[in-house]
């Protein structure tokens, strides 16, 4: 099992940016795909997730400018980051758990296989 996190960069301030995951050698029907961060000197949080290939979630933080999606057929998953602020600085990672329920998706714990992450750096 391999995820592979791309897109991070350098952007300014109400830029947006757009985060690639892609994953192989899994099914993720009863599970969940999920994008973390962590910034310098702070934990790994949650940052929102695909639950059961539709339903989504996000942390309050980012509720209404940061979009999951993906795609089935190319196994892929998406964070699209609008309106970026400076706090959202961080690596971003990508995590997969096959067999996730929903009570546990935001806990990085409870996530089997990680990609490298990526990193996103918001600045003027």
């Known amino acids: 099992v391999q995820l592979q996190a791309s897109g991070g960069g350098l952007v300014q301030p109400g830029d947006s940016l757009r985060l690639s995951c892609q994953y192989s050698d899994m099914t993720l029907d009863r599970g969940a795909v999920a994008w973390f961060r962590q910034a310098t000197g702070e934990e790994r949080e949650f940052v929102g997730a695909i639950f059961r290939r539709s339903r989504t979630y996000y942390t309050d933080s980012v509720k209404g400018r940061f979009t999951v999606s993906g795609d089935r057929a190319k196994n892929t998953m998406w964070l699209q980051m609008n309106s970026l602020k400076p706090e959202d600085t961080a690596v971003y990672y990508c995590?997969?758990?096959?067999?996730?329920?929903?009570?546990?998706?935001?806990?990085?714990?409870?996530?089997?296989?990680w990609g490298q992450g990526t990193l996103v750096t918001v600045s003027s």
């Open positions: 995590a997969a758990h096959p067999g996730a329920i929903l009570s546990t998706i935001t806990n990085s714990k409870s996530y089997t296989y």
